[in-house]
């Protein structure tokens, strides 16, 4: 397993601890399941609270407020999605997917095509890890292999059905930091030509973070991820995103951090949860 897919395992187990909250954010009965052994063990473990709390405290010495962090970024890609799929869309395209679950615990889209895209190592632990779970892929899920930085990323899905020109709703969590800016800007590149009504929802790493002028209690995660060995190339300012997308036909209707996601989730369910900074959300519409 690759560096890149092995911090997609993380934020799943806290998912799954998050199943044995009083108020889950993210209601995700596969999130456990899904996950390789020995880590789908470790998951199953989080029903006993001492050892979410082991499982907190470890990842607050790496990213502080981390925890929450990813269950509010995953609840509003979810919002994003549900709503998406209400207005009509022809297609979903996950770029990323890891062991990720909406395909498969998302009522919505039961009836939408759905592409998960990851590389091609991570592809076939997820078909297998989904084989293992449900007994065969959904019909209307497609596994694609895909190396970002190598692979003509428009001329791989319109081979499998995904064209361009459909309205789409694409999903890119977590993956930017890792790819280098000419990758992320070819994606974008393709993202240029989707259909009239597409919808895009990503996140990113904030650029002073990665630089080191701001750490925002992630000193360890900094020195892991990119100081130590650069898994996170990538990042972008806040101001910076709806000119970037501008460039390629997008416009942010909404970018989310740590005052949103309280507003929105944390306050509602009665958590007092903080969110870290270090990375934001956004909605774009094309």
């Not at 990851?118 to 007994?135: S, Y």
């Not at 973070?209 to 806040?238: C, E, I, M």
């Amino acid at each position: 397993m690759s560096a890149a897919a092995g911090t997609a395992l993380g934020p799943m187990v806290i998912v799954a601890a998050d199943q044995h909250e009083p108020t889950p954010l993210v209601r995700d009965p596969w999130a456990a399941g899904l996950l390789p052994a020995p880590t789908r063990f470790i998951a199953a473990a989080t029903r006993w609270s001492p050892v979410r709390r082991v499982l907190r405290a470890a990842t607050a010495r790496q990213i502080a407020d981390g925890w929450a962090g990813f269950l509010c970024r995953k609840r509003y890609i979810d919002d994003q999605l549900d709503a998406a799929v209400a207005k009509g869309v022809d297609a979903v395209v996950i770029l990323g997917a890891g062991y990720d679950t909406r395909a498969y615990r998302m009522p919505a889209l039961a009836g939408v095509p759905v592409c998960e895209v990851d590389l091609p190592a991570n592809t076939a632990r997820k078909a297998a890890a989904v084989r293992r779970t449900f007994g065969r892929v959904p019909d209307n899920v497609t596994l694609l292999p895909v190396d970002f930085e190598t692979d003509d990323l428009a001329d791989v899905l319109q081979r499998n059905g995904f064209s361009a020109q459909q309205r789409t709703f694409y999903v890119w969590e977590a993956v930017t930091q890792y790819l280098t800016e000419p990758a992320v800007r070819r994606t974008l590149d393709y993202l240029s030509h989707a259909g009239s009504g597409s919808g895009l929802t990503f996140t990113f790493i904030r650029a002073d973070f990665l630089t080191g002028q701001q750490l925002y209690g992630a000193q360890r995660a900094r020195k892991q991820f990119v100081v130590d060995k650069p898994l996170w190339r990538f990042g972008l300012n806040p101001a910076d995103v709806s000119p970037l997308l501008a460039e390629y036909g997008w416009r942010e209707i909404d970018q989310v951090g740590p005052a949103e996601y309280t507003a929105r989730y944390l306050r509602p369910a009665g958590r007092t949860d903080v969110v870290s900074e270090i990375e934001r959300a956004v909605y774009a519409e094309h």
